[in-house]
């Protein structure tokens, strides 16, 4: 009986060990869970407000509805969903089928309204239930089927997560962060009143004001869609930028989506072209050129030469008529939009210089917006560029851009030789203190500001001609005075010279043949008003296949540039210097 008891002593010991040793993390972690009740406090999502304060983005109370099966006996089953099926828009079939399972909580429905809420609990089904969710909401756009600069903000997923623009860039910073509240219940699930509960309050989310001026985005947003629609283009994005700043003041892309029911647009419509899109920029890409020209004192505005066809390692590259110009300056040459031209300033400045002046200018690199999905396609190293590569390089072929990357490129300009970042939020405002910590763009001088006042001056002539010169290229945006057949614009003279800007038309990649086809992407970029500019307003449009006298920059991306510039002009009521 002694060996007897001792045996069964030394098993008890050995089991008092096992559970109280070995086992104790899994056993107490056990006990935990069904003793302890820990509830998830959601935090606030941070507001996106635009420049003048009002609310773009925000969250609003909204209910979901609910259904424990258990409860609702099963010949009631129908009835329920017969009930239900009209207040929440589903057919009753279906809700029959999310109710006739072995389970204590099945979602009917996310995002009801306070209404609708009220209807359900009336009918006074054991059962349903309804619990508090926010849903975030996105204004109106005056373009039909979508929402107010939805590219530039994105969207919240049905996680709560922010994708795309602004949304997906600082989707941390807007979503706070969650908090929890623990209590101790009995066998029953009762919270045992003498328990001591822990929590752990939510940090909610920080606001964001934007740079965005709502009378500008308003009226880009309807200017492109029109322009897209009349032209049959594929697509079209147009952006405002302050020139000292680098801040966004407008940025619409077409065909757009509505962020309110993000879930019924295409991949293509989310997306953000003006970040996510690589292009050929085209003769846009002049003004680049040309800065490297003027900086690094190889030409000059009277700079005269015999223009012509160039023939370089077997290729001839002609300009955009197949003539030869003769002897005429490099004024003629930005005005006239002559690649000839552009490429007689790369060579004067030797590919180590021209090569050097691209990467100044960011092209091939990131701009550091802070929008979500940025790309960018780095040009080759210097040494794997032919001669033919840099030649098209100089009037935008063969290399690959972002439109934000050209808007920077060309605000470098009208800023006085200084790049400066892009941001969409200008300020992070803490919701707890109303502190303000503001966004503090990157700025790099990549020019010299006489050069760069040069330039700026040489574009207006592309606008106004400065000489007895045919019209420049973009006279479509000329405030100062109308030219045939365009006698209908309204002439206003003080605009002389006062307008800088440069076309662009370049030809597409035909996918299947890997050649250029006969489809181009038309674009504007310019500033105003020199010598100090304010803005600077680039347009493109992707694609265009009906045009009213050409398919080119300056017949159908400039219309629409002079449109926005316009509404800007008399919204910011601007005057000529």
Not at 32 to 57: E, H, K, M, N
Not at 238 to 267: E, H, L, Q
Not at 377 to 406: L, R, Y
């Amino acid at each position: 009986m002694l060996a007897l008891l001792l045996v069964c002593a030394l098993a008890l010991t050995v089991r008092l060990l096992d559970v109280q040793v070995r086992q104790h993390a899994t056993l107490a972690a056990d006990a935990a869970a069904q003793q302890q009740s820990v509830v998830t406090i959601p935090a606030t999502r941070g507001r996106i407000l635009d420049r003048t304060g009002r609310v773009l983005a925000s969250d609003v109370r909204v209910w979901e509805v609910f259904a424990d099966p258990g409860l609702i006996p099963a010949d009631r089953r129908a009835d329920v969903a017969g009930s239900l099926a009209p207040i929440l828009n589903m057919g009753p079939g279906h809700i029959r089928d999310l109710i006739n399972v072995q389970s204590q909580f099945v979602v009917l429905a996310h995002g009801v309204s306070d209404a609708i809420k009220a209807k359900v609990t009336g009918l006074g089904y054991s059962g349903l239930g309804t619990t508090e969710e926010n849903k975030r909401v996105y204004n109106e756009s005056p373009v039909p089927g979508t929402s107010f600069a939805s590219n530039l903000l994105g969207f919240v997923d049905a996680s709560g997560n922010g994708q795309y623009g602004v949304e997906g860039y600082y989707n941390s910073t807007l979503g706070g962060r969650d908090g929890q509240s623990a209590t101790i219940q009995d066998s029953a699930g009762n919270t045992i009143a003498l328990s001591h509960e822990k929590t752990v309050p939510p940090q909610n989310g920080s606001d964001l004001q934007l740079g965005l001026d709502p009378q500008v985005q308003y009226w880009a947003e309807q200017a492109l869609a029109q322009g897209v629609t009349s032209s049959k283009a594929q697509s079209g994005t147009a952006m405002v930028m302050d020139v000292k700043t680098g801040a966004i003041r407008a940025w619409a892309d077409y065909p757009s989506y509505d962020a309110n029911n993000y879930a019924t647009a295409s991949y293509a419509d989310l997306k953000d072209a003006a970040v996510s899109d690589l292009y050929e920029p085209g003769s846009v890409m002049k003004t680049v050129t040309f800065a490297g020209g003027l900086d690094q004192h190889v030409i000059t505005p009277n700079y005269a030469f015999d223009e012509g066809p160039v023939n370089i390692d077997g290729f001839t590259i002609k300009d955009w008529d197949f003539q030869a110009h003769g002897r005429i300056t490099m004024q003629y040459v930005l005005e006239q939009s002559l690649n000839d031209g552009a490429i007689k300033v790369m060579q004067l400045m030797g590919m180590d210089s021209f090569y050097r002046n691209l990467l100044a200018f960011g092209i091939g690199a990131p701009t550091g917006i802070d929008l979500a999905g940025e790309v960018n396609q780095p040009i080759p190293p210097e040494p794997q560029m032919t001669p033919v590569d840099a030649a098209v390089a100089s009037f935008g072929q063969g290399v690959e851009t972002t439109p934000v990357e050209m808007l920077a490129a060309t605000n470098a300009v009208a800023n006085g030789g200084v790049w400066v970042q892009p941001h969409a939020v200008e300020d992070t405002i803490n919701p707890a203190t109303g502190v303000r910590t503001p966004f503090v763009p990157v700025t790099r001088r990549i020019m010299d500001p006489t050069d760069a006042a040069t330039l700026a001056h040489m574009l207006t002539g592309v606008v106004d001609v400065l000489s007895p010169h045919p019209v420049g290229s973009g006279f479509e945006v000329s405030l100062a005075k109308p030219y045939p057949p365009h006698e209908d614009l309204t002439p206003l003279p003080q605009w002389l010279n006062r307008i800088a800007g440069k076309t662009g038309t370049a030809s597409e990649v035909d996918a299947a043949t890997g050649q250029y086809g006969s489809l181009v992407d038309v674009s504007f970029i310019g500033f105003l008003p020199v010598p100090n500019p304010q803005f600077t307003l680039m347009v493109l449009l992707q694609k265009p296949t009906v045009c009213t006298i050409s398919c080119e920059g300056a017949y159908v991306a400039a219309p629409i540039w002079k449109q926005i510039a316009v509404q800007t002009i008399d919204a910011w009521r601007i005057e000529p210097n």
